[in-house]
């Protein structure tokens, strides 16, 4: 394939490299003359390992040749990989200001010189940044005669210092398109490329690529304050964690890592608020541990007020418990939500078939009795019940009973998904 590169910085010039390596044909683009003589020479403008081979190797053999000019490179080629930085400003926001220009200068030249043509981004964007401002800035300069272009995303996951073998074996090639055309453009460019290949929706690519980041940030300071912890404790903090990291069912998984509501029950909550205390009680900042229990009380406020801004009093919850198929309700979120509304002057009603109070025992019946000593006349015997007094459901758990009732909403009976979709979901997976 023909393809220029804008942007020789670390993606770029690691990008322009690879690709040149696998046969294509390369154009590199930067407004720096400096970074464009220097690739041009076989020389990377960056510290990578075997760049500078990879470069070179490219340059003698034809398939990279560099450029400062944007109308040479679109003419050269059928594919551009937008590669420019995006740094951030002082209140967080992404800097755009490098891929406006770069996508101006496309468009000018595609309006000198109107072909089909596939762009796409590469630097890391938030979220509506390709419908917003690439995409725009693109047609505006290209005028009438852009009909025939197409944009996707492709974020970058490489490592500085392992860069040249992420570009290999990424933990997969990540698209965001709705085009199926673009998409298999994208296939072809990454055919040598040694990951699944993963064709998702623009803004969700674009998302994609700060969560991973994200996380990966998480990763490292819940570590850091873990071995703070530990070392206090007396205990070996690299043991810790290696031990913790050999569960890849539950620690080192997707487990737990899908979008829902909050966490309660007898284990979770107490626990955090031990390392908490633990911390505190030897000096250690812990922002992070300290920061979990205040999130998920956000996440329980937030709920309430989405149901109490409907302004409709007669409300019924699919779900008691902590998690559907126990009938825990020790610390449940969905308790603390029940019992919020009802302070507020709800009329609530609960379908929560695993929960009987009469059979509960123990610390789970003596929570109950402190927290909802009225659970019992809040309790609905089936869906029919529930939807028969509720002007708004609220779906608090993935079970069956959540998805009988999803499916016989009234007209104008208004739903609160807690869920975030899981329910509708599962049950269209079942059928």
Not at 10 to 31: E, F, I, K, M, W
Not at 100 to 114: D, F, K, M, N, W
Not at 125 to 152: H, K, N, Q, Y
Not at 285 to 306: K, Y
């Amino acid at each position: 394939m023909r393809v220029s590169v804008f942007g020789l910085g670390y993606v770029g010039s690691v990008t322009a490299g690879c690709l040149a390596d696998a046969g294509h044909t390369v154009v590199g683009v930067d407004v720096d003359e400096d970074k464009v003589r220097m690739v041009s020479a076989g020389t990377s403008p960056i510290v990578e390992p075997g760049l500078d081979e990879l470069l070179t190797t490219g340059v003698r053999t034809g398939t990279l040749s560099t450029t400062t000019s944007a109308h040479e490179a679109v003419a050269a080629t059928d594919v551009a990989l937008i590669c420019v930085g995006t740094p951030g400003r002082t209140d967080g926001r992404p800097d755009v200001g490098a891929l406006e220009r770069v996508a101006r200068g496309i468009g000018l030249a595609l309006r000198s010189a109107p072909k089909p043509y596939t762009v796409v981004l590469r630097s890391t964007v938030l979220p509506g940044t390709i419908d917003d401002v690439l995409i725009p800035t693109l047609e505006t300069a290209a005028g009438p005669g852009s009909t025939g272009l197409r944009v996707a995303s492709n974020p970058e996951f490489m490592r500085e210092g392992t860069a040249l073998r992420d570009f290999a074996e990424p933990p997969f090639t990540l698209v965001g398109t709705d085009d199926s055309n673009t998409a298999e453009t994208v296939r072809e460019l990454y055919a040598r490329v040694t990951a699944p290949f993963v064709v998702t929706t623009v803004r969700t690519a674009e998302m994609v690529k700060y969560v991973s980041n994200a996380f990966h940030a998480v990763k490292i300071a819940f570590a850091n304050e873990i071995g703070d912890l530990a070392e206090a404790l007396g205990v070996d903090p690299h043991d810790v964690m290696r031990i913790f990291a050999l569960d890849k069912k539950l620690n080192v998984s997707g487990a737990y890592l899908r979008p829902g509501f909050a966490f309660g029950g007898s284990c979770l909550p107490k626990d955090v608020r031990a390392l908490v205390y633990a911390a505190r009680t030897r000096d250690i900042a812990g922002p992070l541990l300290s920061s979990v229990m205040s999130s998920n009380e956000a996440q329980i406020r937030r709920a309430a007020q989405t149901i109490l801004d409907m302004k409709r009093r007669r409300v019924g919850v699919v779900g008691l418990a902590f998690k559907p198929g126990t009938d825990d309700l020790r610390e449940s979120p969905l308790v603390t939500l029940c019992e919020t509304l009802i302070g507020k002057g709800c009329e609530v009603r609960v379908l929560d078939r695993h929960v009987s109070i009469a059979r509960l025992r123990g610390a789970n019946r003596r929570y109950i009795e402190d927290e909802i000593p009225h659970i019992a006349s809040l309790m609905c015997d089936g869906p029919a019940a529930l939807l028969a007094h509720a002007d708004v459901i609220v779906i608090g758990n993935d079970s069956p009973d959540a998805a009988r009732v999803l499916g016989s909403i009234r007209p104008g009976q208004a739903v609160v998904d807690l869920t975030r979709g899981t329910v509708s979901r599962n049950a269209g997976r079942a059928a």
